[in-house]
């Protein structure tokens, strides 16, 4: 019986036709995430704590996402991130999926957001209050100034880390 199920399903698959058309066609990546790309140092502070991290940022899934891949420059490393943007073109929406060193439980939920001149900004709706991250692109110096902010309970906004970000 499983055999023949097995087949079937087998049998479906492999006699459905498949067309171009059936498929999303990945988009362009937007300059500023392209802007993103490379080996960066970026060294700030979190929470009143002087840090340095290594970023190396791409293109990944065919260049339907840009990662940002931190990692803490102290041996052993104290915190190690990875964040997957991706922008949805028909509602302009930008999503933001943060994993790191924290483990599972801290990776969800994703962030929405926009890209806008020479800002991207995501907030995630974490469930102990939310995170607004803006990474602001300064193209004379091809620098950029990483902000992360914690909501407080009246739903102003504190600081919770700072970075700039060069080149390495």
Excluded at 49 to 57: D, F, I, L
Aim: charged share 20%; with cysteine.
């Amino acid at each position: 019986m499983r055999f023949a199920l097995v087949m079937f399903f087998l049998s479906c698959f492999l006699t459905t036709p498949v067309h171009a058309d059936d498929h999303p066609t990945i988009p362009e990546r937007l300059p500023l995430l392209k802007a993103l790309d490379g080996q960066w140092r970026m060294s700030g502070d979190v929470m009143g704590k002087a840090v340095t991290y290594s970023m190396q940022a791409g293109p990944i899934l065919q260049g339907a996402f840009t990662e940002l891949h931190m990692d803490d420059v102290q041996r052993p490393s104290e915190y190690e991130a990875r964040v997957i943007l991706g922008y949805d073109e028909e509602s302009k929406t930008l999503i933001a999926h943060w994993m790191d060193s924290f483990g599972a439980r801290y990776s969800i939920p994703h962030g929405t957001g926009h890209i806008t001149d020479n800002s991207i900004q995501f907030t995630i709706p974490y469930e102990g209050g939310s995170f607004r991250d803006t990474l602001t692109y300064n193209p004379a110096a091809k620098t950029w100034l990483f902000v992360i902010e914690a909501a407080k309970p009246d739903g102003t906004w504190q600081h919770f880390a700072r970075y700039t970000m060069s080149r390495s």
